[in-house]
């Protein structure tokens, strides 16, 4: 998997796509925690509108993630996440650890407004 990265301000977009398992998610939060590490204050969004799936091991990979970034005093959004992959974040209650956006664009967003 591709890590596609934009820029949005201080925000930085991540995009995934196809189905997103414990390996893609790892590297993801490989590429983001050197990020968090030297930037003050990471700001990310997760786009997951072209993520078909997430797995279970990826839903505890992106758990970690939050946390390390949140110790780093940094924050994760989620943005454009399918209707199935959000259900799961609600049957889990995740949507109660993770703040989750219909558009890259009310994530971004909501950084301005914390």
């Known amino acids: 998997m591709e890590i596609q990265e934009t820029l949005q301000g201080e925000t930085r977009v991540l995009h995934l796509g196809g189905q997103v398992m414990e390996q893609?998610?790892?590297a993801v939060s490989d590429y983001v925690m050197p990020l968090a590490d030297?930037?003050?204050?990471?700001?990310?969004?997760l786009?997951?509108?072209e993520a078909r799936w997430l797995?279970?091991?990826a839903f505890g990979v992106l758990t970690v993630l939050?946390?390390?970034v949140q110790k780093a005093n940094g924050?994760?959004?989620?943005?454009r996440a399918r209707d199935h992959v959000v259900s799961v974040f609600v049957h889990t209650q995740l949507n109660k650890v993770f703040q989750l956006y219909e558009s890259v664009e009310e994530a971004v967003a909501s950084f301005d407004a914390a």
Do not use: K, P, T, Y
């Open 55 to 57: 797995n279970s091991s």
């Open 66 to 68: 939050l946390q390390q």
């Open 38 to 45: 030297q930037e003050d204050a990471v700001q990310v969004v």
């Open 75 to 79: 924050d994760l959004r989620i943005a």
């Open 47 to 49: 786009d997951l509108g």
């Open 24 to 26: 893609e998610m790892q």
